[in-house]
């Protein structure tokens, strides 16, 4: 076998551009996947386990909520993510309110880190709550009774969500900018003292997070309980990359609610001026009860929402800036660069999109520098281009480097480009400026690069 094979050249894309016609959403045939109804199978896995008797509505302080806070660990531990919170959790002391006791919840929090180092510090925050309601406790004719609330809807449905797009981003982590915070908060109904706590005790760099996504009781899709996503006042920004989200093909409608559909830990990221958006399709009689079982929810509903939240993360991930200074053209708007989520037709490369750009051209002929194989250099290299309005590629640079020979030989590929089909906004023509990120991973037990 020639050096050329010994490595694994491994791709990952976009990206500032926006692609999230994620595998759930669309393939390439354009009908619904078989990864859906997998989806769908995880989710209801999940919500079986987590509304469990064994946890017994894993309420605060519980038993219950400590072998869920174990079981999210190891879960997160497994898809890769960096651990911030020990196996147990991130533990903290409440008081009950009715019996006064103290009571030990928990948070786990783990991050997925994004490709771009120039974003390092700056977190996108998916949160949940993740303890239930636990058990209702009351005497007949003397007789002390407990009676198990199982909580599927409030708020298994919900973890179980975060769960699987924990997942997907952990697996396609080369395709977010910033690093994604996945926190799993207790004591939600405690007044929301787990994210508090997080805020307020736990993590030293709240100042960083420049975005938190909060996911409460999902999968109720009957009468009033519509996907929904509540932002506090109204932000035209947030709103314009909601509508983007759900303008893509197969996206799960959405309903901006303009009044608060139920409480949740994105009131405490709200207190501390932090952006927020809260998916949820709302509160329901049969939430918190003896009814709210794992029967009564709907996992397709709840499988679309986690495309949308997942796509939606790329987005936010993916911004250049969170400043609430609107964007000055100096160009004529004939002129202005914009990027693929501005337009009405995405540019395009062979009847595909980046990844098609990244499979047929780049992954082809890109080669791994020698000089690199022997120094063993692996890593994530980015590259930036613009499509201007006759499709052709130009202005390619190098964002993220990991040698000069590197860059010399994607600058190479890039720059060699076929034309693609240029961007379309309003029926006419433009330039979209597009970043990819080309993965260099020497393969496993290689032992290029050490060889004389």
């Known amino acids: 076998m020639n050096r050329t094979g010994r490595f694994i050249l491994g791709l990952a894309c976009l990206l500032m551009a926006g692609i999230g016609d994620i595998a759930l959403a669309q393939d390439i045939g354009g009908s619904r996947p078989s990864s859906q109804r997998n989806v769908v199978d995880s989710l209801k896995k999940e919500v079986v386990f987590l509304s469990s008797e064994i946890l017994k509505g894993r309420g605060a302080g519980s038993q219950g909520e400590k072998e869920t806070a174990v079981h999210i660990y190891d879960y997160m531990q497994g898809i890769g993510a960096m651990m911030l919170s020990p196996k147990d959790g991130d533990d903290f002391g409440i008081a009950n309110p009715v019996t006064g006791d103290t009571l030990q919840s928990r948070n786990i929090v783990g991050i997925i880190p994004g490709y771009d180092p120039k974003l390092a510090g700056e977190f996108i925050l998916l949160g949940t709550q993740m303890d239930g ?32 797009v924990a997942k997907m981003i952990a697996e396609n982590k080369f395709m977010f900018r910033r690093p994604v915070m996945i926190a799993f908060f207790g004591a939600g109904n405690f007044s929301q003292a787990g994210s508090w706590y997080f805020l307020n005790r736990s993590f030293a760099d709240k100042e960083k997070i420049r975005f938190m996504v909060d996911i409460n009781s999902v999968g109720r899709d009957s009468g009033p309980n519509t996907f929904q996503a509540f932002i506090g006042l109204p932000d035209k920004e947030i709103l314009k990359d909601i509508f ?18 139920l409480p949740g830990d994105y009131r405490n990221f709200h207190s501390e001026d932090i952006p927020f958006t809260l998916f949820t399709t709302g509160d329901s009689p ?28 790329i ?22 660069i914009y990027s693929q989520l501005e337009v009405d037709r995405r540019a395009s490369f062979f009847k595909g999109d980046e990844r098609t750009f990244l499979k047929d051209w780049v ?54 480009s076929p034309k693609w089909t240029p961007a379309q906004l309003n029926g006419r023509k433009v330039p979209v400026r597009i970043s990819i990120a080309v993965e ?10 050490f060889n004389k």
């Open 363 to 416: 992954y082809h002929y890109v080669k791994y520098p020698e000089s690199a194989i022997a120094a063993h250099t692996e890593g994530t290299e980015v590259v930036e281009f613009t499509v201007d309005k006759n499709g052709k590629v130009r202005d390619v640079k190098i964002t993220t480097s990991l040698s000069d020979e590197i860059d010399k030989e994607v600058l190479k590929v890039v720059n060699a």
């Open 133 to 164: 309601p636990g058990c209702e406790r009351f005497t007949v004719n003397g007789v002390p009774k407990e009676r198990i609330l199982p909580g599927a809807y409030s708020n298994a449905s919900g973890t179980a969500i975060l769960m699987q």
């Open 244 to 261: 983007t989200v759900a303008e893509r093909p197969f996206s799960l409608s959405v309903k901006i609610a303009e009044m608060e559909p």
């Open 286 to 313: 049969i939430r918190g009860t003896i009814h709210d079982t794992p029967q009564m929810l709907d996992y397709l509903q709840m499988a679309q929402a986690v495309e949308f939240i997942y796509s939606y993360a």
């Open 315 to 336: 987005m936010l991930a993916c911004k250049d800036s969170f400043d609430k200074k609107e964007e000055v053209e100096s160009q004529d708007s004939y002129e202005r």
């Open 440 to 449: 260099f991973k020497l393969a496993q037990g290689s032992k290029v690069g």
